[in-house]
């Protein structure tokens, strides 16, 4: 039953996600028409222009015309923009929730047409109209033929069709469609040229306006293409039009409008039905592990109660029964359990996500899936808001926790999908994280909705594009004196990055080098951190049999842990020097040389012919602030001594024209709140129990946003334990914290 339940997802999912490609098209189609609509509009003002400068030219008093009339053979044309028609034989139509094909429509129509009853319908002061059906027989041949289920998924089909204009509401106001013998419709020419059939011939319109106010003797002769029929049919379609008197620029906008809405849920939907699908897979899969298990269990009782029951039974075989004991032992559940799992495994947990592709290349109300350097721009932010917000509020809450081994837990322990999907729906908003939704959630649900945030990224942090070059290096460099050269290689690699992913990557591995300092993490919880965050740090753009069993991304992750300030301090480093060498001119540049030196002479003409004060001597007066072999005020006292070298250029993770700090960013963090995120606090956490705000019992958390609780083992004495008794951190330690604003290394 799960099986088929699971098999009956994924055709949901298959099905919603090429629904979503043809809304996408006809988003992007509906916007493609809109701003050919404006190029033609602004060129046709254009060609408007040059016609009326062509006949303001008057002609000579000679009589000759001037050479700017439209008659010259020199005068400029205007330009022509011919926009080719929308061709109805390649798009596609949206009946109802489903997209035909124009054959597959041209059956419709036909098997309509041929079985609907055509009637003459009689509307006073508009005449007779042809080919025209009741609402109500509509829909009984939409549930009968195209499996409309109920009334109103037959009423939207008929609407579509008369969106599509192939039908239209005869004798009422508007042009809506409805279940009712009252309301008729009629077939429109296009129905009949898209099925291949000609319509019934049209009869004379009898009893019409045009009728009565023409002569008796002139009526019969009257015809559909008469003025008065003409005028009847225009008053007819002012009726009908759902929006009388809008423009054809208002009603392309309203359509792009329309089709981008239509896009947008068609999208979120797809989303839900992604994350129930994984959740569902999930589930599956464990259910399957423990099936496996039990049976490995099972098999290794049953040989032990065989050879059991053997043996005191038949006393001769007991050296057969020794043997069965012997191999008895070999049977290991769980090591056989996970031989299996390695040897058949396809891949690791990598979601696809189908993200909201705006036409406008924005990153709109989304996070997760979008591509980590346009999310990072859309936040103003050199790293994107959700990673410091994760980062800062575990960074304020580690010290609520008991002990060492449950903040070194957070980042391994297995959280169950669905409570990471919970929180992932409620911040995936493109917008920054309020703190209170945080407050809600279990620590390790926290931290495991940034680790779902990198596996959806589009690529990992280290690009896959030098997934090959790192398996090269520990390939080559990977033996244990060649820690060096190694390290240069991938500090190179690394440069080469965007400036996004190496400010995300310095931000992780920054917290979780304070993290294992501060809790004395032992080696082994190198190895299952690693091996955590190995895919969300790299991993190949496309999985296969040859990628399954590399452990270089484990490897480079160790080293980014062990060597963080040697790899990203050269990093700023050489950052630092590439934005001062792009901004500051070169003091060696001979180009500008004399021009430099007439600038300093003229300075000096000017500071030797500025008059004395006419002051006198004896007067009380301060004293000069320039004059002697050094200044009594310093000439630019904002200025400390310690930023006077890092000063003149942009720190290289800063984004130009902002401030250093503000809500969100990875310089933020208050100092009330971040131990270790000001310039009096410790690299541990300095933070009392008490700094810490209680929430409301009111603002309580669910029940299903919790994980199990699990007793906590005893209290170790840590950074964490010394900061909750009133450790005093000493205050000449250097600041650290998320923050990566670093300034260059002075020589």
């Avoid at 480079?556 to 901004?583: P, Q, T, Y």
């Amino acid at each position: 039953m799960s099986h088929d339940d699971l098999q009956n997802k994924i055709r949901n999912h298959d099905k919603q996600t090429e629904n979503v490609k043809k809304l996408r098209n006809n988003f992007f189609n509906k916007c493609r028409l809109l701003e050919d609509y404006d190029q033609e509009k602004e060129l046709g003002f254009q060609s408007l222009s040059l016609v009326d400068k062509a006949k303001e030219a008057k002609p000579t008093a000679n009589g000759e015309k001037d050479v700017t009339t439209p008659s010259s053979a020199t005068a400029p044309t205007a330009p022509e923009i011919k926009v080719a028609e929308a061709e109805d034989d390649e798009d596609s139509y949206e009946i109802g929730d489903m997209f035909y094909a124009p054959s597959q429509l041209k059956k419709i129509l036909t098997a309509a047409l041929d079985t609907l009853p055509m009637n003459e319908v009689k509307v006073t002061l508009l005449g007779t109209y042809q080919n025209c059906t009741p609402g109500d027989v509509i829909v009984q041949h939409l549930q009968k033929h195209l499996g409309a289920t109920t009334v109103s998924a037959a009423e939207r089909i008929g609407q579509d069709l008369i969106g599509h204009g192939f039908l239209r509401l005869v004798g009422n106001m508007g042009n809506t469609f409805a279940n009712s013998s009252k309301m008729s419709y009629q077939w429109k020419p296009k129905a009949f040229e898209l099925a291949g059939k000609a319509p019934a011939p049209t009869l004379q319109r009898k009893g019409t306006l045009a009728n009565m106010l023409a002569p008796v003797e002139e009526a019969d002769d009257l015809s559909p293409e008469s003025p008065g029929n003409a005028l009847s049919d225009m008053f007819n379609r002012y009726l009908s039009q759902p929006r009388p008197g809008e423009t054809q620029y208002d009603k392309l906008k309203r359509e792009a409008a329309e089709a981008d809405e239509k896009y947008k849920g068609g999208v979120q939907k797809l989303d839900l039905i992604r994350c129930n699908l994984e959740e569902a897979m999930m589930d599956h899969f464990k259910f399957m592990e423990r099936c496996e298990l039990d049976r490995l269990k099972a098999i290794k009782a049953v040989i032990l109660d065989f050879s059991g029951a053997v043996s005191n039974v038949i006393p001769t075989l007991q050296s057969t029964v020794d043997t069965m004991m012997l191999f008895q032992e070999t049977v290991q559940p769980p090591g056989d359990l996970r031989f299996m799992i390695d040897t058949y495994r396809t891949g690791s947990f990598l979601p696809k996500v189908t993200t909201y592709e705006s036409y406008y290349n924005t990153a709109g109300d989304q996070t997760y899936g979008v591509d980590l350097e346009l999310r990072a721009r859309g936040d103003r932010k050199r790293v994107p808001l959700i990673v410091t917000s994760i980062l800062q509020y575990l960074d304020n809450h580690y010290p609520d926790l008991e002990t060492d081994e449950a903040r070194r837990s957070i980042w391994t322990v297995d959280v169950p999908l669905k409570a990471t999907h919970h929180l992932r729906n409620v911040i995936n908003n493109g917008k920054a994280i309020p703190r209170d939704v945080l407050e809600k959630y279990d620590m390790p649900i926290v931290a495991s909705a940034l680790k779902l945030y990198l596996l959806e990224l589009p690529d990992s942090l280290v690009s896959s594009r030098v997934y090959d070059v790192i398996k090269t290096i520990y390939h080559t460099h990977g033996g244990e004196g060649d820690d060096q050269t190694r390290l240069s290689v991938i500090q190179n690699t690394l440069g080469g990055l965007l400036l996004a992913n190496i400010a995300t990557l310095d931000a992780l591995v920054s917290h979780f080098t304070r993290l294992i300092e501060l809790t004395s993490a032992e080696e082994q919880y190198y190895t299952d951190l690693s091996a955590a965050f190995a895919p969300c740090i790299l991993r190949p753009r496309v999985e296969s049999i040859v990628t399954l069993h590399d452990k270089h991304a484990q490897r480079l992750f160790r080293d980014l842990l062990s060597h963080k300030e040697l790899i990203f301090g050269e990093l700023k480093r050489e950052r630092s020097l590439n934005a001062g060498r792009n901004r500051a001119p070169s003091s060696t540049d001979e180009s500008s040389r004399k021009v430099n030196e007439q600038a300093r002479a003229r300075a000096v003409i000017a500071a030797r012919s500025r008059p004395s004060s006419p002051a006198t001597a004896s007067r009380n007066r301060r004293d000069s602030s320039r004059g002697g072999d050094f200044p009594r005020i310093p000439v630019n006292p904002t200025q400390s001594p310690t930023t006077s070298v890092s000063s003149r250029y942009r720190q290289s993770l800063e984004v130009p024209g902002l401030p250093t700090s503000g809500p969100g960013g990875l310089g933020d963090i208050d100092p009330q709140q971040a131990a270790f995120a000001t310039q009096e606090s410790s690299p541990g956490f300095a933070q009392t129990a008490e700094s810490y705000e209680q929430s409301p019992e009111d603002d309580a958390p669910p029940s299903d946003n919790k994980l199990p609780h699990q007793p906590p083992p005893k209290a170790e004495d840590s950074g964490f334990r010394r900061a909750s008794r009133g450790y005093q951190p000493r205050r000449n330690i250097r600041p650290e914290g998320v923050s990566l604003s670093d300034r260059p290394i002075e020589d």
